[in-house]
Structures are given as structure tokens and as C-alpha cells.
């Protein structure tokens, strides 16, 4: 059965049929880094981590882009509330980030862009929008015009009259349309600013990810995907950029995950129900968190509750121990049962890993997905009461447990502990990569730490640990 994606565009289920065969081209927009993550930030993490998981597991090459928003008025308020300089205050929350999404089993991407390090490409991009004629300058800021792009609310849904309704213009604010959109805006005095054709200033938010996908992934990509609330008019208007830029269509598949809610309410600041992710991570095992987040299809909201992650805990407890059960009874099969029952088990076991593979080709249903690993489970119980078992159907019933856990990012081994010798070891090769700017690694050991329970603080006095 071919994958099938809710593709938001269309607003239905579509085969998915990549641009190049065996390949997906895959954007994911990531955090605005001025402060610590909340649930909210970690949940498309752990969805569009999975969906990547899931088409690895099937056999393709996937090129995972996630950007980094590391100039932005948020930051700039925060920079000055710290006294500190913008970069400073983004290299921490983006460290921060890796670490907390890597706690929660998030691969690395294979690129990771940031604005501040794609300034040229924005500028260009800006550019070619003016002097084709889409955006317009004034006073040194520029300006989309949506009424310019044939097409513009069709993500969305919506007619460019019914948006114009919403739309203000601000104090302060030189456009002609109310629904025109900033892409540079001139800089305010102290502020952080780049030299471009309409003077100093910096860019607006929408445009960095057109550059960044087009930099980064080319013209046209197989998925774009994000949270709900970035359908409009961050998407919408991404689409409208690249697709005036380019002449071509910006993203086949648009994907976007559910909200959360917190004790049956939306989360949101105002309601004072907004939770970090890194202390829930000091409160609960990460995996249970992630596991936790995947009992819902992506596209659902999800309720989060005390007694929700308790549930999801024993949840994952039953799984793990089954397949501790397996590797217990491993050692005493004698490899005595006939042929012929050993192949109806594996038949067995090869029709619930299809049936897995059926969930998850059907829009990344991984709350039904978990229901066929709850199943293997309940087999692997049923032989484990016969009194000859044999090693092949253990290791079988294992690797079936142990493979698709895999896809939802959660480990069923249990690893063991590390020596204080081997941290050390581990740190000093981490302090080695740091002074190299091999951050890659640098981030890679600090993330394998974390998920061992060995937490590290970069202080003055050097590296300290200890275990979580």
C-alpha cells in the first residue's frame, strides 16, 4: 500500500509520489529561539521526527531541513532584557533546543539553517520579488503585495477579500494594502542590522523560509509541514513568495499537527497553562513524553494531563517488559518446536508488522500503529506460556517489537549504566569537538549523555555532570 498524506492543500488524503524516486525533500519550520521550548514547540518535533523515521524504515533517503528563527523582535526584546547581544541569547536557546528535542529522541537534521547565516540568500530573494514586481520599497522597508500573486489564500482556504477584512495597517506602518506583508524591515536605532539595497535593516519573517527551502532543497519540494497555527499566514505566505519567485509550485504535501491542550484547555500564556519542555523532562522519562505524544494521530489535538502521562508511562512499561520477557526466556529455547509451527508463528508476526506498516502508510496513524505493537505483545505472551519455545520465534517476536518502536522513536532495551570513567572520556572527546567547531558532534555526545540520564553544565570552571 502506497503512503497516503493528509496533504492541507487539498484538504484530503493524496498517495504520496516523490519528486525523485527513493528521495524526499522534506522542510520542517523550527523554533523562534528567545526562550526555552514549550510542549507545544516539541510535539511537531516529535510528529515530523517520526514521519522521517517512518520513510527511512521504508527504504528512503530523506534530506530533514529544520530551520532556526535567530533574529526576530522577540529575540531582540529578550537580548535587551538580558544585556546581552542577539547572537549570544540565540546560540543558547538553539543549544537549548538540541539538547531538549534530543532528550526526546529527535534525530539530528541534515541541516539546520539559520537566519543570520542565510542573509545573502534573503537579500537576493527579497530582490527578485521587487524587480519582478511583487514587492515594492518604501522608505527602507519592503513590501509583499498578496493582491500580485494570483492564487494567494488557496493553503488557507480563504478568498484575499475575506483576509483583507482582518487586516490593519499599524502605526508606524508605509504600506498600501492592508494585507501586504513586510519582507525587510529598516532598522531601528541599536538595533541589529544588515546592509542591503534599502539600507539597513533585517528581514521580515515569512521570507527566511522561502530562501532557506530554496538554498537549501531547491525550487519545489516533496513536504512542507509545521503546527496548525502556521497555516496562515506563515504558509500561505511562503507560498505566495517562493511560488512568485520561482514560476513554479513551492511544496507538493503540506502537513500540519494538531494543537495541545492542557487539562482540556487550549495552552496559551494568557491562561497561565503554558508548560516547558525541559522541565516536563525533569518531571518524566523523555520517552515516556514521546510515546505520550503519539498515542494521538498527529493531526488531532491532544489533551495533556498528569494522569494522561501516568497512562502512557504503564503503557510503555507493558511493551518493555514483554520484550524483557522475551530476552529472559531467550536463554533457556531449545530450538525443540517443529518446522512447520515455527513457520505459522513468524507468518504470525510478519502479518502484524504489515498491518503496522498499514497504519502508518495511512497518513502516519501511529495511535493506531501503537495498538498493532500492543498486539505483538499480547502474542508474544501467548508463546511465551508454551512450554518449548524456540530462539528464532523469540528473536523474531524481538526484532518485530524492537524495529517498530524504532519508528516511533522509543527504545525497549534497556541500556546499561555508564562508568564515570566513560563519561569523562565522553566529555573530554565533547570539550575536543567543541574546540574544533565540530558542533555536529559536539551536539551528538552531549545528546547520548542526556539520554543515558547524564546531565552536563557548561560552567566557568569547565564541564560538570551528573546523573539525572
Known sequence: MPIQIYNT??????????????????????????????????????????????????????????????????????????????????????????????????????????????????????????????????EGDVYFKPRAFEGYGKLSHQSVDELRSGARIQVGEKKEDPLDFALWKKAKDGEIAWDSPWGEGRPGWHIECSAMVKKYLGDTIDIHAGGQDLTFPHHENEIAQSEAMTGKSFARYWMHNGYINIENEKMSKSLGNFVLTRDLINQYNPQVLRFFMLSVHYRHPINFSAELLESAENSLERIKTAYSNLEHRKNSSMDLVSNQKQEDWLNKIEELKKRFEEEMDDDFNTANAISVIFDITKEANVYLQESQTSTKIIEAFQESIRDLMNVLGVTVEEEADLLDEDIEALIAERNEARKTRDFARADEIRDMLKEKGIMLEDTAQGVRWRRG
Open 9 to 138: 492543500l487539498k484538504r484530503q488524503k493524496e498517495e504520496f509520489k516523490p519528486l525523485k524516486e527513493g528521495h524526499v525533500s522534506m522542510y520542517v519550520c523550527g523554533p523562534t529561539v528567545y526562550n526555552y521550548i514549550h510542549i507545544g514547540n516539541a510535539r511537531p518535533a516529535i510528529v515530523f521526527d517520526t514521519v522521517r523515521r517512518y520513510f527511512e524504515y521504508k527504504g528512503f533517503h530523506v534530506d530533514y531541513v529544520l530551520n532556526f528563527t535567530d533574529v526576530d523582535d522577540k529575540i531582540i526584546k529578550a537580548a535587551k532584557e538580558l544585556e546581552e547581544e542577539v547572537p549570544a541569547v540565540a546560540e543558547r536557546f538553539i543549544d537549548a533546543y538540541l539538547e531538549d528535542v534530543g532528550a526526546l529522541g529527535v534525530k539530528q537534521a541534515t541541516h539546520n539553517p539559520r537566519v543570520m547565516e542565510t542573509m545573502e540568500d534573503i537579500i537576493q530573494f527579497i530582490d527578485a520579488l521587487v524587480q519582478k514586481g511583487y514587492a515594492y520599497a518604501v
